[in-house]
């Protein structure tokens, strides 16, 4: 079945310094890739939608220049918190469609990060 | 009003007991509904689909659809301890986009 891989599965790191979390579809070409954004005993949050070759779309309310967002390869989106401050400390997660919708989404295994 | 709505629980029950989890939601244009498990710090996998109104089986999981008072139920039987997860309602829109609920919480208990 189709696979999302999620790098890192857990990072923390220091306030002021940016963190890049990846995601490859290994066996599909994931054109679009959403991001969620998950805080403890919440639903997940969708924050951002990534279309290969061109700008994401920011949900309201989501800082575009905090959350910086590539989607350079049909198999690779990626998902930089930059200046990173105790507050982005949360749970990411991200999903691409598998096959049509009917089929559901695939989820990466989810990035917690820890803000210093 | 969020458009789909959850009771996030907790709930536990013991183990072999039957489950019950509910959604409703606001959206008509929702089509079809998805439900997904999500273990504790684990992405969310998917659980069943269903398109219509109506039931649908799989194994000991029940989807089951009232399209008219925008209700969606799952249903679990013979529940395991493997079952303790939070289980997600997920409509896509028509952008393709999956709006989640809250999530309920269960625990089953050996």
């Known amino acids: 079945g189709a696979v999302v891989s999620q790098h890192p599965s857990w990072v923390i790191c220091k306030s002021g310094t940016s963190v890049k979390i990846e995601c490859r579809s290994l066996d599909f070409q994931a054109t679009t890739m959403f991001w969620y954004r998950q805080f403890p005993k919440q639903s997940l949050m969708l924050m951002a939608t990534?279309?290969?070759?061109?700008?994401?779309?920011?949900e309201q309310g989501v800082e575009k220049d905090k959350f910086l967002i590539n989607h350079a390869s049909l198999t690779l989106s990626t998902l930089t918190v930059t200046s990173a401050h105790p507050e982005d400390s949360s749970f990411y997660i991200c999903s691409a469609p598998a096959g049509t919708g009917l089929y559901g989404y695939t989820f990466g295994s989810g990035t917690r990060l820890t803000v210093v | 009003q969020k458009e789909v709505e959850q009771d996030p629980g907790p709930l536990s029950v013991p183990e072999g007991a039957i489950v019950s989890l509910n959604c409703t939601y606001s959206?008509?244009?929702?089509?079809?509904f998805m439900w997904y498990r999500q273990y504790s710090r684990k992405g969310p996998e998917l659980l069943m689909y269903?398109?219509?109104?109506g039931n649908k089986e799989d194994g000991r999981f029940t989807a089951q659809v009232d399209k008219s008072s925008k209700y969606i139920s799952l249903f679990i039987r013979d529940s395991q301890p493997s079952d303790s997860a939070t289980y997600l309602c997920?409509?896509?829109?028509?952008?393709?986009?999956?709006?989640f609920g809250t999530g309920t919480r269960l625990t089953i208990i050996p």
């Open positions: 990534s279309n290969e070759g061109s700008k994401a779309t920011y």
């Open positions: 997920a409509p896509p829109d028509l952008n393709e986009k999956l709006t």
């Open positions: 269903t398109y219509s109104s």
């Open positions: 959206n008509s244009a929702f089509q079809y």
